[in-house]
Nanobody, 131 residues
Framework: QVQLVESGGGSVQAGGSLRLSCEIS????????MAWFRQSSGKEREGIAT???????SYQDSVKGRFTISKPDARNTLFLELNSLEPGDSAMYYC?????????????????????????WGQGTQVTVSS
């Protein structure tokens, strides 16, 4: 069983930065799609950034230019750099992963991908941004 463990959340003032980490318990696939989702009180969980095994990334418009998703080759960790944080970014942030099989298209690993497609989830890390 693959486990994902998020860390790095916290409370910051508007304009501040955080770096979220998602530790992956073991190697699970050579072809995959990983993502960061967030969910604030009373709202649906939304995908904000994706990272595919070919290195391609995608971002939700609201975070484009402020957040950066990465997964260094030597690390079994997915990162999300959060810069220029705004109060509207306050939410629980979740890491998710999905195995892509031979017939799966890497180009479908985007923020438009449904959360129902992801097979592995972390427990989340809270980000709170004050004005």
């Amino acid at each position: 069983q693959v486990q994902l463990v998020e860390s790095g959340g916290g409370s910051v003032q508007a304009g501040g930065s955080l770096r979220l980490s998602c530790e992956i318990s073991r190697y699970f696939a050579s072809k995959y799609c990983m993502a960061w989702f967030r969910q604030s009180s009373g709202k649906e969980r939304e995908g904000i950034a994706t990272f595919a095994s070919d290195g391609s990334t995608s971002y939700q418009d609201s975070v484009k230019g402020r957040f950066t998703i990465s997964k260094p080759d030597a690390r079994n960790t997915l990162f999300l750099e959060l810069n220029s944080l705004e109060p509207g970014d306050s939410a629980m942030y979740y890491c998710a992963a999905e195995t892509f099989y031979r017939w799966s298209s890497i180009s479908s690993c985007t923020v438009a991908r449904s959360r129902a497609e992801y097979e592995y989830w972390g427990q989340g890390t809270q980000v709170t941004v004050s004005s």
